[in-house]
């Protein structure tokens, strides 16, 4: 289905495509509704992960050996999605984009209690320097600092409890787990929508952008099976940090905004301790 063979490529462009979601879902949430533009998210990712799934799987590409942890995986993407735009109404793209990338910190710590696995005392000291970049970023007690900012914090956590989920569903197929993520979402900010407020009239391209978010949020999932499929998680999983430089990239060509030296000394913080963590890890992600 995809002819490109190299996974850094597939994962990169991943990457390229889940900030072109985040820099489309930063213009909508400042126009719309939260809610409207979650469901897009999801009715997009729907649209393509059920043909894909069918196409790998058959007719039963459905069923599940866990089911309760497949719907509790998927409400945390739901979660984790929500926040994230939330907090994009009032934060810079790439300052937000930072404080979310401190989910393999959590990942870290977590893996403990949750999965049994050994957590060091070097970890703990890498995690503090990684959660020092948020303060530097967020800055709480300045003028700066904004209530956003949690909201990111508690995104990146339930981020790590996702991808720690993921992890134990070993026994589906990808491709199923990739369909769950659709239709859960999509059923969920569906039973949400009610609550939200009626969308005003838009400009033309804001029309076009609920189109094209789930679609590019379905294809950089996408992307990322295929990137996984064919290289060990652990060894592409540090180039996520490459979405800051596409962040700032969005944030200046189509905000205006440019991270402060601060905030670039936290985002340098927060990718060193990740990728450390990410690789200090990466006998356990095999």
């Not at 213009?27 to 533009?37: E, G, H, R, S, Y």
């Not at 936290?266 to 301790?273: C, D, R």
């Amino acid at each position: 289905m995809c002819r490109v063979k190299s996974p850094v490529f597939l994962f990169i462009l991943s990457g390229i495509c889940f900030s072109t979601v985040d820099t489309m879902a930063k213009i909508l949430v400042q126009d719309t509704n939260l809610i409207a533009v979650v469901w897009s998210r999801f009715f997009g990712q729907l649209l393509l992960a059920a043909p894909i799934a069918w196409y790998f799987l058959g007719k039963n590409f459905w069923r599940t050996q866990n089911l309760r942890l497949q719907l509790f995986r998927s409400c945390l993407l739901v979660a984790t999605a929500a926040l994230f735009f939330a907090g994009l109404n009032w934060l810079p793209l790439a300052e937000a984009s930072s404080i979310t990338f401190t989910a393999p910190i959590w990942v870290a710590i977590l893996s403990g209690p949750i999965l049994g696995e050994r957590v060091g005392i070097k970890d703990w000291l890498v995690a503090a320097v990684g959660f020092l970049g948020i303060l530097f970023i967020a800055r709480p007690g300045s003028a700066i600092f904004h209530i956003a900012a949690l909201l990111l914090v508690l995104m990146a956590f339930l981020n790590a409890i996702f991808q720690l989920s993921t992890r134990k569903l070993v026994d589906d197929s990808q491709y199923t787990t990739f369909f769950y993520s659709g239709i859960v979402g999509l059923v969920v900010s569906t039973l949400l929508l009610p609550l939200s407020a009626p969308l005003p009239v838009l400009p033309t391209y804001e029309y076009v952008l609920f189109g094209l978010i789930g679609l590019f949020g379905g294809f950089a999932h996408l992307l990322v099976v295929l990137a996984f499929y064919k290289m060990r998680p652990y060894k592409l999983t540090p180039l996520v940090f490459l979405q800051l430089i596409w962040a700032v990239s969005y944030g200046y060509l189509i905000f205006g905004e440019l991270p402060d030296s601060l905030s670039v000394v936290g985002m340098i913080l927060i990718a060193s301790s990740g990728i450390w963590l990410i690789w200090n890890h990466r006998t356990i992600s095999t």
